[in-house]
């Protein structure tokens, strides 16, 4: 299984490449774009990961 960190990098990849193709993103601005879509992503995951920790 991969690890956590690549699965979001993944996640951040295809997010981008999707907004790309929908013309909500310009390849020219990927850099900053990138940056702000992987925080969230790992964010939202990290957080996820703590609710279902304290669940069990």
């Given amino acids: 299984m991969k690890s956590i ?14 907004f ?7 390849p020219s601005n ?6 702000d879509i992987y925080a969230t992503v790992n964010e939202t995951v990290k957080e996820n990961n703590e609710s279902v920790s304290s669940k069990n």
């Fill in 30 to 35: 990927i850099h900053e774009s990138f940056k």
């Fill in 5 to 18: 960190n690549e699965q979001i990098l993944r996640a951040t990849k295809e997010i981008v490449i999707k």
């Fill in 20 to 26: 790309i193709e929908m013309g909500r993103l310009s």
